[in-house]
């Protein structure tokens, strides 16, 4: 094989080997192993037997960990711990945990061999009058560093799966392969206890040939939430793109997913809808529509006594038109740049750290270039003018001059620079 980008046999980067893993002595491509588990089962259970599954992104190769499910589906995982370690190009690449809000809340994750185990800081089952009807800090103290809340967990989820990243390399990113990533990236993970895979929801794909069985999945999710007991309240999420939001023929509003049928909609209350559009401002905005945001929208939901799928709480991410993570719009609009300069790149996300988090909001960058080293750090500077704003921003600044690193800025109220090409980038 070629071999570009590295010395192969030193601990340099192998660029045509980003997608090979190594399964018990036997090279073969990562996309066809995770698009054909079962036609590789057998390399997958002997990998897992033997421990020698190697990620061959960097040479002479890196862990990586077999899993199996109850179901008895083997699949492949990162190396607790291991993300930075790979290819920025690589499935397995992961920022460095210190360098997003996941740093901070390492109580509420944790990563073994056999799998990873997520602390929700709601309860998943309970009975009446045991929790609060908002998911936050001060229903439940220790949210964001003990256990996670909402907008942590679809954080979490988007990271794990890869989902934050952009390589030059990627041809397109649609929800097809959002949901797919999804698949992988909640394979192995229990959340207060439950297999994710059976208390997380993930619109699929629409394709005409399953739109019963789509419609049959998404029932028999909600029949999953039907509580068992009188006493007993069963709560579970749902993970999807937002398309629409409808008034509700009595009360509140109905909120209509992308790919799924007008007749699964999700219930919303007034209360709820309005502090959604409070608290992600910027997600809702008419700007970050303009742009061609999209909103990834996580309901934590029980089922209604009429079978409906009712909100009790949500958070909202916007993305850009390629799912790429975003603040603000602005945001969007420089993800979009990025791309279309052909960069490679990385989106840290705050998990459920506040925008006025002193470590958050003077440490982490808007994005990290990944495609030359040492990594170049984007900022987008999209409140001129207000003092706290500029407070935080000189902040950012000082620290980036401590660390010598090259940034690469935009100050909204003027014309968005030119994207370089990779090693031109930014100025210390």
């Not at 959340?191 to 040939?209: C, E, K, L, M, T």
Request: aromatic share 8%; hydrophobic share 35%.
């Amino acid at each position: 094989m070629r071999v570009r980008g590295g010395r192969l046999g030193g601990e340099d980067v192998v660029a045509e080997y980003v997608d090979w893993v190594r399964l018990d002595g036997k090279t073969v491509r990562l996309s066809e192993v995770r698009a054909d588990p079962d036609g590789h089962v057998r390399l997958l259970a002997d990998a897992r037997a033997n421990k020698s599954a190697r990620c061959l992104c960097r040479q002479p190769g890196l862990a990586l960990v077999t899993r199996s499910t109850q179901a008895g589906r083997h699949f492949l995982a990162c190396w607790p711990g291991g993300g930075p370690a790979h290819h920025p190009e690589c499935a397995f690449f992961r920022i460095d945990p210190q360098m997003s809000g996941r740093g901070r809340c390492a109580s509420a994750i944790t990563e073994t061999e056999t799998g990873t185990s997520i602390r929700f800081a709601a309860p998943l089952v309970s009975q009446p009058g045991e929790h609060g009807e908002r998911v936050d800090a001060a229903t439940y103290p220790g949210l964001g560093r003990r256990s996670l809340g909402l907008l942590g967990l679809v954080h979490y989820c988007w990271e794990t799966a890869g989902l934050a990243s952009w390589t030059a390399s990627t041809r397109s990113r649609g929800w097809r392969h959002v949901t797919a990533a999804m698949a992988s990236a909640l394979e192995g993970t229990t959340i207060n206890g439950q297999p994710a895979r059976s208390v997380v929801y993930v619109v699929p794909p629409y394709r005409p040939d399953r739109a019963q069985a789509n419609l049959a999945s998404f029932d028999a999710f909600m029949d999953s939430l039907r509580p068992d007991h009188p006493d007993r309240i069963r709560r579970g999420f749902i993970l999807g793109e937002l398309k629409a939001v409808h008034e509700a023929r009595k009360t509140g509003w109905r909120y209509q997913l992308a790919q799924q049928s007008p007749g699964r909609q999700v219930f919303v209350s007034d209360r709820l809808d309005a502090r959604l559009r409070r608290s992600y401002r910027n997600a809702m905005s008419e700007a970050a529509a303009r742009a061609g945001g999209r909103r990834i929208m996580l309901f934590y939901v029980e089922r209604s006594p009429g079978g409906f799928a009712r909100a009790v709480d949500a958070a909202v991410m916007l993305t850009n038109t390629t799912y790429i993570p975003a603040d603000s719009s602005y945001e969007a609009r420089m993800a979009d740049a990025l791309i279309a300069a052909g960069r490679s790149f990385v989106k840290p996300l705050v998990y459920d750290a506040d925008v006025t988090d002193e470590v958050t909001s003077a440490v982490f960058p808007d994005f990290i270039l990944t495609d030359e080293t040492p990594p170049t750090y984007v900022e987008v500077w999209g409140l001129p003018g207000q003092e706290l704003y500029e407070r935080r921003k000189s902040a950012k600044r000082a620290h980036y001059q401590r660390q010598s690193a090259r940034l690469l800025e935009w100050t909204v109220t003027e014309p968005m620079p030119v994207v370089p090409p990779p090693g031109r980038t930014g100025m210390p």
